[in-house]
C-alpha cells in the first residue's frame, strides 16, 4: 500500500465520522481494507436504512477482482444482523469503493455499466482513481430506481471523493 492510500485511508476515518459512519470492526482480510456502517430512519427510505461502505486498494485492479470485490462486499453486509428484516421496514445500501493508482478504460468502463438488482436492498460499487481522485460509478438510473439512485450517485462521491470533502470545507468555511 502506498503512503498516499495510506494518508487517503486515515482521512476517510475521519469523513466516515461526519456522515455518521462507524468502522466496523473485523480482522484483517482479503476482502476490504476498511469497512464502516450507519443505521437510521430515513422517510426517503421508508424505514430504517442500514448504510454500509468497503474500501479494498488494488495494485494491480482488473476487471473481475473488482466485480468479486463489490459482489463479496455486499454479501458480507447482508450476512450481518440487522434490527428490522430486510423489505419489511429496512433496506439496505452498500458502497464497495475500489481504490486504484490509475483507473483503466476496461474498469472505467465496466463500472459505469455495473448494475445489479436486489431485493430492497442496493449495490452501488465505485472505483476512485488517486491519481486524478475522480471517482467513477454507474452514471444513469434505472427506471426501478429512480427514487434512490440520485442520492446514491451524490452519497458515494461525497463519502469517497477528495474533491467532494474539500467542497464541503469551503461551504463550511464560508459559512
Same mark, same amino acid.
Given at each position: 500500500? =502506498?503512503? %498516499?492510500? !495510506? !494518508?487517503?485511508? $486515515? ?8 456522515f455518521?459512519? !462507524? *468502522? ?7 476482502? @476490504? ?8 430512519? !430515513?422517510?426517503?427510505?421508508?424505514? *430504517? /436504512?442500514?448504510?454500509? /461502505?468497503?474500501?479494498?486498494?488494488? %495494485? ?6 473488482? %466485480? &468479486?470485490? $463489490?459482489?463479496? /462486499? @455486499?454479501?458480507?453486509? #447482508?450476512?450481518?444482523?440487522k ?7 429496512? #433496506? ?6 475500489? &481504490? ?9 468502463? @465496466? ?18 482513481? #488517486?491519481? /486524478? ?6 452514471? =444513469? =438510473? ?18 469517497? $471523493?477528495p474533491?467532494?470533502?474539500? %467542497?464541503? &470545507?469551503?461551504? *463550511?468555511?464560508?459559512?
Amino acid at each position: 500500500m =502506498t503512503k %498516499e492510500v !495510506e !494518508e487517503y485511508l $486515515s482521512a476517510l476515518d475521519g469523513w466516515m465520522k461526519y456522515f455518521g459512519m !462507524e *468502522q466496523i470492526v473485523t480482522e484483517p482480510n482479503w476482502l @476490504f481494507d476498511r469497512a464502516y456502517r450507519r443505521t437510521r430512519v !430515513e422517510l426517503s427510505k421508508f424505514g *430504517q /436504512s442500514n448504510t454500509y /461502505s468497503f474500501i479494498k486498494y488494488a %495494485e494491480t485492479p482488473d476487471v473481475k477482482n473488482f %466485480e &468479486l470485490f $463489490s459482489r463479496e /462486499s @455486499f454479501n458480507y453486509a #447482508m450476512s450481518l444482523p440487522k434490527s428490522i428484516p430486510v423489505g419489511l421496514g429496512s #433496506m439496505v445500501a452498500v458502497y464497495p469503493c475500489y &481504490l486504484v493508482n490509475r483507473i483503466t478504460k476496461e474498469l472505467a468502463d @465496466f463500472v459505469k455499466n455495473y448494475l445489479n438488482k436486489h431485493y430492497a436492498s442496493f449495490e452501488f460499487p465505485g472505483i476512485l482513481d #488517486m491519481f /486524478s481522485k475522480d471517482i467513477y460509478y454507474y452514471p =444513469t =438510473t434505472p427506471v426501478w430506481g429512480a427514487l434512490y439512485y440520485n442520492g446514491f450517485r451524490k452519497e458515494i462521491y461525497n463519502m469517497y $471523493s477528495p474533491k467532494a470533502w474539500n %467542497e464541503i &470545507l469551503k461551504t *463550511q468555511n464560508a459559512k
